[in-house]
């Protein structure tokens, strides 16, 4: 992906997000702030960003969830990055 974005991540939950939420989810660098976050994937996948969260899991990752404008489908995005 990039230095920021490690690689999307596709759980139950995460695919309950997509469905209907429109949002994507990514394991990200441990250093990368929201504004960086949102940065990469508007870039990346030419959306725009509505909403970042992140979090970091007990085992150090940190997983960015990221909203989509309501103009852009998550699942579009996650159909072209290949994730089902």
Not at 52 to 68: F, H, N, R, S
């Amino acid at each position: 992906m990039n230095s920021v974005i490690k690689y999307p991540n596709m759980t139950e939950k995460a695919m309950d997000d997509l469905d209907f939420q429109n949002k994507l989810q990514f394991v990200v660098a441990g250093d990368a702030s929201k504004p960086e976050i949102a940065d990469a994937v508007s870039e990346q996948f030419d959306v725009t960003v509505v909403d970042v969260t992140t979090q970091v899991q007990p085992d150090g990752e940190k997983k960015a969830y990221v909203k989509l404008s309501e103009d852009d489908e998550a699942e579009d995005v996650a159909s072209r990055i290949g994730v089902f």
